[in-house]
């Protein structure tokens, strides 16, 4: 089974910053394409934003010119770097590693943004 571990969530006033991690095995990120997600409470999942293995980014209009997503191979680690946080970016956060028609994802990290 493959692990993607995930950290740095928590609670932060809007306005504020924070920075998830995501480690995935070395055999996964090198291949796969790296992705951020979240679930707000009673919502569907939404794609936040993604990075190829060529570093190629995508980000949700919600989180243009907030959120950056990075990728360090020397660490097998995805970043997604937030600023500017508002209430509505308040959600659980799940790492995603895709590859044609598999998918892996971590266990999600609790991003609350008070107002």
């Known amino acids: 089974q493959v692990q993607l571990v995930e950290s740095g969530g928590g609670l932060v006033q809007a306005g504020g910053s924070l920075r998830l991690s995501c480690a995935a095995p070395?055999?996964?990120?090198?291949?796969?394409?790296m992705g951020w997600y979240r679930q707000a409470p009673g919502k569907q999942r939404e794609l936040v934003g993604t990075?190829?293995?060529?570093?190629?980014?995508y980000y949700a209009d919600s989180v243009k010119g907030r959120f950056t997503i990075s990728r360090d191979n020397a660490k097998n680690t995805v970043y997604l770097q937030m600023n500017s946080l508002r209430p509505e970016d308040t959600a659980v956060y799940y790492c995603?590693?895709?590859?044609?028609?598999?998918?892996?994802w971590g266990q999600g990290t609790q991003v609350t943004v008070s107002s």
């Open positions: 070395g055999s996964i990120f090198s291949i796969f394409a």
């Open positions: 995603n590693a895709a590859r044609a028609s598999v998918s892996f």
């Open positions: 990075i190829t293995t060529g570093g190629n980014r």
